[in-house]
Each structure stands twice: as C-alpha cells, then as structure tokens.
C-alpha cells in the first residue's frame, strides 16, 4: 500500500481528494513520453551534428541529404500534395499526443478511505485482485477463483467442486463484499459473482 500527505492540516474538500488521489496515483504516460523525447532529442543531434560540421568546413549531407532536401524546399509550394499530407500527419501525430496527454487513464493504486482525512492510501490493482480471490476462495465449496478488476467494477469467477452451486454465488458475494467494506475504497465497487462446477 502507498500513502501519501495532502500537506493540509484541515479535512479536506472533496475536490481536493480527488486532487491528491490523481496526483499520488494518476497514470504515469512513461511510453508516449520516451517515444517522443527520443525522437526529438535525435532530431535534434542530428541537425547540431549537420551545423557544426558546416561551421568547421565540413561538406554538408553526411547525416541528413541536406543538398536534395534544399531543392526539393525549391521546387515545393504550400498547396502541393506533398507539403499537405506531411502537415496533415504531423498535425495528426500532435493531436494524438494530445489525446493522450488529456486522457484521464487509469490510476495506478485503487484509494482507499482513511480516518486521517489528510492521508490519502491506495492499493495496487494487482494486490486488490489478491485480495478479493482470497475472500472468494475462502467459502466453503470454492476451490480456486480469479478475479478481474475495472475501474467500478470487480468480477469474480469462482470454481467449484460441487454439483449443486445454486447457493455458493451469494456466499461469494457476501464474503467478497464483507472484504471489500473492510478494505473501504473511496469508491465501493460493483461487485459480479459466477460459480461453476468444476469438470473432472
């Protein structure tokens, strides 16, 4: 579990919960972000690398065909094909950096209440799922269960050696949900239940 201060001494607003839970748990846009430093840091290499070799006399177009680019800069217009559709996919691939960039995502911790209202706590997606196979596992009559975790919802397969299921599926339920009250998430999941017999 990970805790982390608000940094006020006051409860705090509802607004500012969801403010501290986005900033202690908010997804981490690791991949879109690499991506695009590493295209811009090349790109940037590569144009230092064609000036400097300029400035101490080098001939220029080692790196990059800068003799053919200059040329085909000649003969381009604005409106021509090539100049539009390379604009249209560099103002495409900005937008989807921006999608992305605006696109809530999924926290990386599920919050939890807590009853100092200037710490907010979280559990992992992955220790959550543990957690209620646990609780489902622990009925009589379930062998094993595996548990799939949403955003507002939690859906436990439970596997049972037992002809007769029709009652297991509310004892599931309840023990699934006796832990998650214990647990207290911000927000109380729903919570769906199938029990099958297991085939020999």
Known sequence: ?????????????RRAVRRAVRRSFGPRRVLPSVVTA??????????????IGALVGRSPGVLLPIVDLARLGRSLRWDDVLVLAV?????????????????????????????????????AWADLRRYVARAAQSVDGVDRARVRVRRHGVRVRAVSPLHDVAGLTEQVHGAVGERLSALAPLHRPHVRVTVRHREE
């Open 1 to 13: 579990m990970d805790a982390a201060r608000t940094g006020d001494l006051r409860p705090p607003s």
């Open 38 to 51: 590493a295209l811009l840091a090349a790109a940037a290499i590569i144009l230092a690398a064609e000036v």
């Open 87 to 123: 604009a249209s996919l560099l103002a495409a691939l900005g937008l989807l950096l921006l999608l992305l960039a605006l696109r809530p995502g999924r926290l990386r911790a599920i919050p939890l209440r807590s009853e100092d209202p200037n710490v907010v706590l979280g559990i």
